[in-house]
């Protein structure tokens, strides 16, 4: 074997060897959910403190992402992967040990920062390794299957850890993966020399951006609880934007920005990252308000929820891993990325339709199948719109932004969606609607907001996205 072979196939065991460690932490994000009434249980928690093992994972997660992928631009991407798969790992030992409520909510907060720092860096790992556009768009067709299609997968497989076993071994299932990933990752994944803490240390610049990112997020999960018109939720929602402001005059004044403003000039950049913050407020509020509807209304278990959601998984990884990469390159990111939110516009739209008497294969498999499909083509494309014009640099910074915009765009999603659908099933009970009737009349109007996002969605692509020729060069756009 020539030394060029080798170097592409260390390239690509390398890519296994990141997707490996993203797809841990993807899991993360969805295994919790099946198992949050077995956590109750065993743990004595509160309604309300239930919700702070979600939401403690989420504000650490979202608010650390940026700050996590232009700190791997500055002492290098392998050393802050390697630190997150560590401390996601370690946490994650914690969590499963847990004994007390307060002790499981305080690791979650942990294993969010964890998984912040390794997630922030990988795309713009992905990136720099396949420099040449072809094998870039395949190489970013694999990330997107383990991004995309980990959310069905960790349905199913916290329903089988804790319907076999118990709820803690979703959090040691987390142990060895971590332990190989990073063994693995010692020895295959490429080291970069950062640019140095000089380079972009701007501490107040962080501060800033990492409270606004936290008290964004956090407005957004407590508003469900407090109402979107409430004083709390405008009040700390305010705030959150006057933070905002403030980082985005330090940007501008500091010598040595921690996110320099040139990022947005592209506008395939921030027009990508616009249409993510619709899209995933979409997707992720109706995955989960289509596993209460399954789960609430038809009755399904752990398991079968996640056997429900695999035809979606399915397709992510025939479209995004075998297809994606030759449609991109034929007929251009954009218009792929335009037919993808066509398809899931289809499928949220026929989610609207689901009865209370449903079953699956009349009902929800025509759902699921073209979101499955819709995401598979939508998120290959969008994720290389997204870093289009990131240099060697700013790959890191760019990757984090790109996660930054996902994980608030979900929560977003969410809080408005399960807000909005309790809502109004509540005031259909109060006027005599059944239960059933009333819940799924609420997933109705939730599932015609996403399909509303998702709409929104694919106006951005249409209107703010440029057409990329296929046979593009890769040229970045972001210079220093």
Known sequence: MTSGGSKTDSRWLALIVLCAGMLMIVLDQTIVNVALPAIEEDLKFGQAGLAWVVNAYLIAYGGLLLLAGRLGDLIGHKKVFLLGLGVFTVASLLCGVSFSAEMLIVSRFVQGAGGALATSVTLGMVVTMFPEPDEQ?????????????????????????????????IFFV?????????????????????????????????????????????????????????????????????????FVWRQRTAVKPLLPLRVFKSRNVTGANLV???????????????????????????????LAFMPVAGAIAVFSVSLSARLNTRFGERNMLIVGLLFMLVGMVVFTQVPVDGSYVPHI???????GI????????????AMSGASHDEAGLASGLVNTTAQVGGALGLAVLATTSTTYTSSLLASGVGRLEALTSGFHLAFWISAVLVAVALGLAVFVLRQVSPDREAQPVLVH
Do not use: C
């Not at 993966?177 to 080291?191: F, K, M, N």
């Not at 498999?365 to 979101?371: F, I, Q």
């Not at 819709?374 to 969008?382: D, E, I, K």
């Open 137 to 169: 768009r395949r190489a970013i067709g694999v990330f997107s299957f383990v991004a995309a299609a980990g959310a069905s997968i960790g349905l199913l497989l916290g329903g089988v850890l804790t319907d076999a076993m118990s709820w803690h071994w």
């Open 174 to 246: 987390n142990i060895p993966i971590g332990l190989v990933a990073a063994i693995a990752a010692v020895r295959l994944v490429p080291s970069s020399v950062g640019l140095g803490l000089r380079e972009g240390a701007d501490v107040l610049g962080a501060l800033l951006i990492v409270a606004a990112v936290m008290l964004g997020v956090y407005t957004i999960v407590k508003a469900e609880h407090y109402g979107f018109g409430s004083v709390q939720t405008l009040g700390l929602g305010a705030v959150a934007v006057a933070l905002l402001v403030g």
């Open 276 to 306: 993510q913050i619709s899209m995933v407020a979409g997707m992720f509020g109706l995955f989960f308000l289509g596993t209460l509807y399954m789960q609430l209304v038809l009755s399904y278990t752990p398991l079968q929820i996640g």
């Open 365 to 371: 498999l025509p759902a699921v199948a073209p979101l």
């Open 374 to 385: 819709g995401l598979g083509l939508s998120f290959p494309a969008l994720m290389s719109l």
